[in-house]
C-alpha cells in the first residue's frame, strides 16, 4: 500500500519540502530571471506526482478501515475528508488555470498544508501528542503569563508615549505606535526602527528588557515541569508499580512516591 | 447572578479587551479618520454597558457575604473596594468632560485595570497562585541574578566606555550612554542604535552577548526548578499519604515532613 | 556592632546603589548641567558617610573573632582585608585629588565593587551559594556548549566571509567582521549594523539564528537539571530518611530513589 | 606520552585557541597593519611547534594499542586516521605554498577543527556524550518542533507579503523576502533591516513575536525535561540497585526496569 512503503512516502514529503523551499526562493531576483526554465519543468514534475499519489490514494481508499461503506462511498468519504480536500486544492489549479485568474501563488502556499499529513507518521504523531498534550496542560498558565504581559504592555506603552511624545512625534505619535515599541523590547526583537531617546525613556526600556527575560523564563519553566511530569508519568505507566520478593512472596511497592 | 452567568462574564471580558486594542489602534492615521464615527459610536456602546453592569453590580452588592453589615454598608463598601472604585473610574470621565478637561486617554487607559477582573475567575486565580508563589519562592535567586547582573553591567558599561568614548564621542558620550548600550547586549533586545565599532569593543561586546544568554538560562532554570518542585508538592498532598508497612500491614503516614 | 543593624545596613546599601545610579545618570546631558550642584553635594554626603562607615568598621574590627591577634593585628588585618581595601579605595581619591590627577570616574566606578559587601549578608550568600554551586557542577557542560558554540561560529563566519565579501566588501571585509555578524546572529542579539544581503547569506544566517534558540536551550536545561537536582537533594538531607513503624518498631526506607 | 602530560596539553590547546583568534582578529584594519610582523612570527611559531606534535605523534603511534598491526601499519594508520588528517592538513600548506597557489585562510581555518581533539580528553568526551545523548533523545520532538516552526514561517512570511507588498514592494518583494522577515522575528533576532510599517502587519509581527518566545520555550523545556531524566537515571545507576525486604531480609534488585 502507498501509505507504508517508507522510500515513497520520503520521496513524496521531499517533494513537498522542495515545493515550498522553490516558492521561498525562486522569487529571489536573479534566481528566478536565471532558471525560470527549470522551476517550470519542476512545477510540473511535482503536479504530475501528486495527481498520480491523489488517484492512486483515492482508488486503494476503499481499503482503509477508517472509512465505512461499500467502495463508492468510502472514496467519496476520502475525498471530502480534510487531507483528501488539501491533496485535491494542491493539485487543482494547475489544471483549471482559466478557472482561478487570480495569484496562483496562494493556491501554491497551500501545498505547504500538505506538509500536514507528516503528523499521520505514527513516530511523529507521538511527538506531536507529547507537545500538544503538553501544551494542553499548561494552558491556563501560559494564557496567564501572556494575559499579564498584555497589561504589562500596554501599561509601560502609555507611560512610554508620554515620555517620548515631545522628542519623537512621529515613532511615538500614539499609544498604538508606543505599543510596537513595546512588544519589540519585552519579547527582546528589537528592530531597532523605534526606541527611546530620553534618559527617563531609555531606563524604563531598560526595565521593560530586563523584566522581558523573565517573560521568557516563565513560559519556559512552565512548559519544562509539564514535558518532566509528562515523561515521568509515561515511564510510571510503563513500568511495573510492584515487585514480589522472591522469597517470602510479599508485595513490595517499589516506587513509593 | 451577574458574576456567575458564564456568557455575560464573556461578554463584559470581550468589550474590555476590544476596548483595549481600540485605544491602541485608533491613533494610527487611517483607521482614525476614515473610521472616527465607528469608535464614537463603539465608545458610546461601551460606556453604556460599563454603566448597567456598575449599577447592577453595586445593587447586587448586598447579596455578596464578603462584605458585612447591612445593605446600605454593603454597598458602600462595594463602592470604595478597589475592584469597585476601578469600575467607577473607567466610566465616571465619559459623564463628566467639564470636570476633567484634561486628556481622557489616561483616564480610559485605566480602563486596562478592568482586565484584573478576571483574577476572580476561579480558574486564572488557581494559576496566577500558583506563578506568583513560584516568584515568590524564588525571589532571593531571582534577586540575586538581577544584582549580578548590574554589577556586570556597570563595569562592562564602565570598561566600553573608555573603549568606545574616542571613536563615537556621540554614543558613548558618558557612562551612562554605555549602560544603555550593555542593558540592550545583555539582554540581546539590540534595538541596533548603539554599538562598538573598534575591534576592541566588539570582543567585550561579543562576550557580553553570550554571557547574556546565561543571563536568560539562570532565572529559566530557577523558575523551572520551582515549579517542577510545585507540581511535585501538589501531587504528593493529593496521592496517597499512607504507606502500608510489609511486616506488620499496618498503615503509616508516609509524609510528615 | 554596625553590621547587624538592619537599618544601617539598608541605609549603606541604598547609599552604594544611589551613588552608582548617579553615576550612570549624571551625565546624560541636561541632567548633568540643570543639577550639578545637586550632585556634588549628594558626592560630598556619599564620601562622609562612606568614610565615617569606614572609620567605624576600622575601629569595631578588634571584635570581630574573624581577625586573630591583639586589637592592633586584628584591625591591620581588616584594613588588608579585600572589602576593607575596597572600602578604602572607594572614599580615598576624594581626599587626595592632588595625589590621583587622572580621571576620578573610574575610582567612583569602584564604589560598585562595595555592592559585593552584600554577598556577606546571610540570606543573599545562601542564594549565591545555590547558583554558583550550580553553575560549578555543570561547568563541564557549560564549557563543552560554548566550545561547540565557538566552532560554530568559525565555521559560520568562515562561510559567510566567502559568500558576502563580494557584494559588501565593507561590512564583510573579514573572518573577524563576519565573525561579529555570527556572534551577533546566534545569541539573537541582532544590531542590524551587520547583515547578509544575498539570498545564500540569509538562508546561512536563518539556519544559524534557528540553531542559536537551541544554544539558549542548552545551558538552560543544563543549568535547570542541576538546580532541580540540588533542590532535591536538600530536601533530601533535611528529611528523615527512615522511619519507625510505630506497630512494629522496623525500618522502613521511606523513599527508596 | 605526548597525550597524557597535562601542560603539554593545555599548552598544544592554547596554542590552537591564540590560532583562531589571531585568525579572527588580524584582518581588523589597524591591527593587521601595526602588528603584521608579529602575526608572521606568530605563525611561524605555531606551525613548528604543530609540525613537531604532528611528528611525534606519528612516531608514538605505535604505542597506542587503538591501531592493530606491526609498527609500520601502526603509523600508517594514525596518518590516515581522522584526527591524523587533520593535524597533517593544518601544517601542511605552510610548507607548500607553490602547490596550493589559492587564498590560504580556507587552509588556516582548518586548524579549528584541530580543536576538536578536545573531545578526547576523557572529561569532555563525558560532558559532549550527555548532551549529545539528550540531543538524541529528544530529536524527534525537536524536529516536531522545527517542522511546525517551519509551517507557520512559511504561512506568516505568505500572509506578510500580502499586507507589506503594497507599501513596501522592495522589502516584501516576494513570499521569499518576507520569509527573511519572518525568520528574524520568530527567533527574536531583529535585525532591523526589515519590519512591517502598517497596522496591520504590525500587529502580526508582534503576534508572530510573542510565539517567538514560545519556541524558545518548548526545546528548552524538551531539552530541560531530558537532561532531568539522564541525570537521575545516572544516578540510580550508580546508587543502590538492591533494597532489604523488610519481611524476610534478603536483599531485592530494585531496578529491573
Redesign the interface.
Known sequence: MINNNPLIIKFIYSLIVLN?IS?????????HDNYSEFFQLFEMFSVSIFTIEYLLRLWTSDLNNKFKGNFIVKRMKFASSTLGLIDLIAILPFYLPFIFPFDL??IR?LR?LR??R?FKLN??S???K??SG?LKETK????????V???LL??S??LMYYIENDVQPENF?????A??WA???L???????V?PLT?LG??L??II??V????????????????????RHDKHK???QF?I????Q????????
Chains 1, 2, 3, 4 share one sequence.
Open positions: 515550498v516558492l521561498i526562493i525562486e522569487y529571489y531576483k536573479g534566481i501563488r496562494i502556499i505547504t506538509l500536514l507528516i513516530r511523529y507521538k511527538s506531536l507529547t507537545i503538553v491556563d498558565e501560559l494564557i496567564m503569563t501572556v494575559f504581559a498584555f497589561i500596554v501599561l506603552s502609555t505619535a500614539s499609544i498604538g505606535h505599543f510596537w512588544v519589540a523590547t519579547t527582546t526583537v528589537g528592530y531597532g526602527d526606541y534618559a531609555k531606563i526600556s531598560a528588557a530586563i522581558g527575560i523573565g517573560f521568557i523564563a516563565l513560559p519556559t519553566g512552565i512548559i519544562s515541569s509539564a514535558f518532566i511530569e509528562k515523561l510503563k513500568g511495573k515487585i520478593c522472591p522469597n517470602c510479599i508485595e513490595i511497592n517499589k516506587d513509593n512516591r
